[in-house]
């Protein structure tokens, strides 16, 4: 079945900076990739998500890419601020399916 | 709009115990989600629904069980609880295609199997 893995498991960044956060998937098929942000005690919520007709799409301070054919998918944070810190999820998932695949999350922590 | 509501917040149960996690929504959603998350693993779907009266097994269904007799309700049960159903529940719901549309989550359902 489709697998997403999810790197780096934590990052830790000074406020300021940029964060990186990259997944990989192994359905070729899969053509929609969300990500979510998990706040301390709450559900996750769809922060940008891009279609597999897309490169790159961006919305303020954040940016998603993707790369089809090495099958893999990066979430970029600029000029980070404290209230970025969370965890973050990058899915997948295929129009035959229902289902999101999620990966195992990154622990972000903005230092001021 | 309240959105996704989940009751109850936390739970204890003894192992062999039963329970039913509720999750509601009131935003006419078809498509609805139960999502369990557990340290390192990210989130896994145990079961979901693409509509009233309709269930579906997810990637990790042992052991539960679900409902969708109404479209704004959707039920999580455990029969007889384990020490490994220890987790956070999440409940989903979405409008429309087939996983490829924003899920809203609800705040979650913490348990604990002793």
């Known amino acids: 079945g489709e697998n997403v893995e999810q790197h780096p498991s934590t990052l830790s960044v000074q406020e300021g900076d940029s964060a990186v956060i990259k997944c990989t998937y192994s359905d070729s098929a899969s053509n929609y990739f969300p990500w979510y942000k998990q706040e301390l005690g709450k559900g996750p919520q769809l922060i940008i998500d891009?279609?597999?007709?897309?490169g790159e799409k961006k919305d303020q301070r954040i940016a998603v890419t993707l790369n089809k054919t090495a099958k893999h998918f990066s979430l970029h944070i600029t000029e980070t601020q404290p209230e970025d810190s969370a965890v973050y999820f990058c899915?997948?998932?295929?129009?035959?399916?229902?289902?999101?695949?999620f990966g195992s999350g990154t622990r972000l922590l903005v230092r001021p | 709009n309240a959105g996704v509501t989940q009751t109850p917040k936390f739970r204890v149960l003894k192992t062999g115990q039963s329970m039913t996690l509720l999750c509601a929504q009131d935003m006419n959603h078809e498509y609805m989600y139960w999502y369990r998350q557990d340290p390192g693993m990210g989130l896994r779907l145990i079961h979901y629904s693409v509509g009233e009266g309709t269930t579906a097994k997810g990637e990790v269904p042992d052991g539960y069980n679900v409902s969708r007799l109404k479209k704004q309700n959707f039920l999580l049960g455990l029969e007889s609880a384990a020490p490994s159903q220890t987790s956070v529940y999440f409940c989903a719901s979405s409008y429309d295609r087939r996983g490829q549309e924003t899920q809203y989550f609800g705040p979650g359902t913490r348990l604990l199997v002793l």
């Open positions: 891009i279609r597999s007709n897309v």
């Open positions: 899915a997948a998932s295929k129009g035959s399916s229902y289902k999101l695949i």
